[in-house]
């Protein structure tokens, strides 16, 4: 796990064959192009149809229903088929809106019943007004100078007709009216069937034209190919009958661009970066903690002369989120569900990417489950295996606090740790030194409990300063005696870092407050349905499970929730802000796209 070396590379060919070394390039997809002088941004060569096959492609992708899809090759018309696959797309938004809006109907006229009304000049030009009165309301029915009648009686609700031939004014009634409309519920209701018989058949549609969808992903990615194509021809620097493209290239990738400049007779130069250069970040790591990278380019791109924190955020974040939900039974269910969708994450690259850390998290989260002892907030019985297990005792506040305040610590301490190799001859080198110093003084005075051990601490702690001070002092240079005085005011400041190490610190703290409220709101809900049990015989069981699993499905959710979001704030804040000192940009090779599938 580290930063790929890069190499600046860079190559010249006639101008004539400009067209083929990029597309052998782009096949190659190794370089990073560097732009060689500016241009206009592109405009797709027709932005509609890119935007049609687009659309028809997510169309078929979020189909539930796939059908085995056509060979590699197979010739069809893409025009064809994206006209047809819209078409499918437009019928199924209107059928599903005309059969929402019928089920609506339906279900508003259930209270009247099948009605149907006379041509209107058999009722003397009189129309019918329907509303659904609140049985609080009656005596509103008596200021209405409208004839009306109550036409029946339901719960809570008066089913009230009034008759008259103009809609009646809005506020004729503390309620709007029901709009019934001219066709009656029976006619409503086979209108329904025979639209739910079309949108099956559209379904299935739908589901005949996913057999294309490969090939359209296919299409959209040659495409993509081609203006990617044409960005890099834009990006090259062309002087008469000759062009130059320069491009980052990782230092094992050098060979192969090599090969591929001695077999088309290209000129190349190839060159170690200069310290004034900022290449691109790859981050190599191995495929089972790959997801940590994704993490860190989630929130930022380590600078190409920092290190790669990815192992280390792969790590804490299992455990952070493992600490905060607390319970060996959520983490069997974690676990179920990701048994259940493994095969299907292993379809691409990232699916397989998460489900090694969702494997991840569920084993942390299982293992410090069982360590606390908490499945669905029960405890084992005293005396049996699952008890002999449990070490950790999250209602124990001094033992909790301490714990993951020492994790904080350590947390900290690899990321000045990394600061402190990588810049160890140089003044921030003593400074992360000198923070870590003080880190572990600092807990050691707080635990400390003899004489010795509070001294020992304050010397710690007071050379830990020193060092944060002459580190941040010597990073200025003195070339007149004024630097003197900017070099103490620079190591003053360091010194203010003080308080936000401080803080930094407590902020671990949220592992044992979330921790602790998830293990009592499981226990809280166990207690309520136990107390529900035993207080209504009968119908109280079907209550016990209902308050067991909403309560246990509302904490799951917030204890999901507060894992993801803590969990990556602790490292993308306060690990990040003292672990990383620079920024940079992700490494993007310029290759063919990968067909979607």
């Known amino acids: 796990m580290s930063i790929a070396a890069m190499r600046r590379v860079t190559l010249c060919g006639l101008i004539g064959e400009k067209a083929q070394v990029l597309e052998g390039l782009q096949a190659l997809g190794v370089l990073h192009l560097i732009p060689m002088k500016e241009a206009p941004p592109l405009t797709p060569v027709d932005p509609t149809q890119i935007h049609r096959t687009q659309t028809a492609f997510r169309h ?139 949108t099956e058949q559209a379904e299935a549609a739908r589901a005949e034209l996913t057999r294309w969808r490969p090939l359209i992903g296919a299409c959209l990615a040659a495409s993509a190919d081609r203006e990617d194509l044409r960005a890099a021809g834009e990006q090259t620097l062309d002087h008469d009958e000759v062009f130059a493209a320069q491009g980052w290239a990782p230092a094992e990738s050098v060979a192969a661009v090599e090969a591929f400049a001695a077999e088309r007779g290209l000129a190349l130069v190839v060159e170690a970066p200069s310290a004034e250069d900022s290449p691109p970040t790859l981050l190599t790591v191995p495929e089972g903690v790959a997801s940590g990278s994704d993490l860190t380019f989630f929130y930022t791109s380590p600078g190409y002369r920092s290190w790669d924190p990815s192992f280390v955020v792969f790590g804490s974040f299992a455990l952070f989120f493992a600490m905060i939900l607390g319970d060996a039974g959520y983490a069997a269910v974690i676990a179920a569900g990701t048994a259940i969708f493994w095969r299907r994450l292993g379809q691409s690259a990232a699916g397989r990417r998460a489900r090694t850390m969702l494997a991840a998290i569920a084993g942390t989260a299982l293992v410090y489950g069982i360590a606390c002892g908490s499945y669905f907030g029960v405890k084992p019985p005293a005396g049996g295996f699952l008890a002999a297990l449990a070490f950790i005792d999250v209602t124990n506040f001094d033992a909790m606090m301490l714990l993951s305040v020492a994790i904080g610590a350590l947390h900290l301490t690899i990321a000045l740790g990394a600061v402190a190799w990588l810049n160890r001859t140089s003044g921030r080198g003593v400074t992360a030194f ?146 990383l000192t620079e920024e940079g940009y992700p490494f993007r090779a310029f290759s063919k796209r990968e067909t979607p599938l």
């Not at 938004?93 to 058999?122: C, T, V, Y």
Request: with cysteine; proline share 6%.
């Open 60 to 198: 078929l992708t979020e189909a539930s229903d796939r059908r085995l899809p056509y060979r590699a090759g197979t010739p069809f018309d893409l025009d064809a088929v994206v006209a047809e696959t819209l078409d499918n797309r437009s019928r199924l938004r209107a059928l599903r809106d005309r059969r929402d809006d019928l089920q609506k109907r339906i279900e508003d006229l259930a209270p009247w019943g099948d009605l149907a009304f006379a041509p209107l000049d058999e009722m003397g030009g009189q129309r019918l007004w329907f509303y659904l009165l609140p049985i609080r309301d009656r005596a509103a029915l008596d200021r209405v100078d409208l004839p009306w009648q109550i036409l029946g009686k339901g719960p809570t609700n008066l089913q009230v007709a009034v008759i008259s031939p103009e809609e009646p004014p809005e506020d004729l009634l503390p309620v709007p009216r029901v709009h019934t409309g001219a066709v009656p519920r029976s006619q409503l209701k086979r209108e329904l069937e025979d639209t739910l018989i079309a």
């Open 434 to 579: 000198g923070w870590i110093a003080c880190i572990w003084s600092g807990m050691l005075l707080w635990q400390s409990e003899g004489r010795a051990a509070e001294i020992l601490a304050s010397l710690g702690l007071a050379g830990g300063l020193c060092a944060v001070f002459a580190g941040a002092a010597v990073q200025h240079p003195v070339k007149e005696p004024l630097d003197w005085a900017r070099r103490l005011g620079a190591g003053a400041v360091a010194l203010t870092g003080a308080t936000k190490l401080f803080g930094d610190l407590l902020s671990y703290l949220r592992l044992f407050a979330l921790g602790l409220a998830s293990a009592s709101l499981a226990g809280t809900f166990n207690a309520l349905a136990t107390d529900m049990r035993a207080t209504h015989p009968g119908l109280g069981v079907l209550f016990a499970i209902l308050i067991l699993a909403l309560g246990h499905g509302i904490n799951f959710l917030l204890g999901l929730m507060s894992g993801v979001v803590h969990g990556l704030r602790l490292n993308f804040i306060e690990f990040f802000g003292w672990g």
